[in-house]
T-cell receptor
Framework: GQSLEQPSEVTAVEGAIVQINCTYQTSGFYGLSWYQQHDGGAPTFLSY????GLEETGRFSSFLSRSDSYGYLLLQELQMKDSASYFC??????????FGKGTRLHILP | GAVVSQHPSWVICKSGTSVKIECRSL??????MFWYRQFPKQSLMLMAT?????????EQGVEKDKFLINHASLTLSTLTVTSAHPEDSSFYIC???????????????FGDGTRLSIL
């Protein structure tokens, strides 16, 4: 089966940088995605890595290393509105997505 | 951008009733839609893959007779929770597959979810 592990909670300070790690035990997937979910809302797509390396999208960057079965989401210049849950997810050939357990990000003023 | 509409957004009903949730792709045709369930403070768990014109594919442990899925058109999939009980209370989210019509590496677009509360 597939499993994706993330820290359950992370706390950071407004304006700082935070990294959310994701380790996985799965194979045959196309890429690693990251989603943000605010309380009561639907997940929103943040980033996708099909290849190893860093992808940058504004304040958010995501990294993938298939050889290490590891990825991370980097959030810079943290804002209070970034307080949410963040999920890594693997995407398969048929576009099925399996989500990780999620990381609750708390941001302190 | 692509929009997926989910209805209703919130429903409360008595135990034993059946509840139907609709998922519509508004500006594209979705041959495949996915249904997820999310309990409080937990991850999204894939329940089933809904394919237009054919039977849904259920994930292991999901009761197909309990969660009826119908994908009768290229823009609509429905999930019916039959004889709902309090343990079925959850946040149900659908997504629609873009197919060859990808946008920015985002192969699925999510609806806003339906919060189901069974009394």
């Amino acid at each position: 089966g597939q499993s994706l592990e993330q820290p359950s909670e992370v706390t950071a300070v407004e304006g700082a940088i935070v990294q959310i790690n994701c380790t996985y035990q799965t194979s045959g997937f196309y890429g690693l995605s990251w989603y943000q979910q605010h309380d009561g809302g639907a997940p929103t797509f943040l980033s996708y890595n099909a290849l190893d390396g860093l992808e940058e999208t504004g304040r958010f960057s995501s990294f993938l290393s298939r050889s290490d079965s590891y990825g991370y989401l980097l959030l810079q210049e943290l804002q209070m509105k970034d307080s949410a849950s963040y999920f890594c997810a693997v995407r398969f050939r048929d576009d099925k997505i399996i989500f990780g357990k999620g990381t609750r990000l708390h941001i302190l003023p | 951008g692509a929009v997926v509409s989910q209805h209703p957004s919130w429903v409360i009903c008595k135990s034993g009733t059946s509840v139907k949730i609709e998922c519509r792709s508004l500006d594209f045709q979705a041959t495949t839609m996915f249904w997820y369930r999310q309990f409080p403070k937990q991850s999204l768990m894939l329940m089933a893959t809904s394919n237009e014109g054919s039977k849904a594919t259920y994930e292991q442990g999901v009761e197909k007779d309990k969660f009826l899925i119908n994908h009768a058109s290229l823009t609509l999939s429905t999930l019916t929770v039959t004889s709902a009980h309090p343990e079925d209370s959850s946040f149900y989210i659908c997504s629609a597959k873009m197919g060859d019509y990808y946008r920015g590496n985002q192969p699925q677009h999510f609806g806003d979810g339906t919060r189901l509360s069974i009394l």
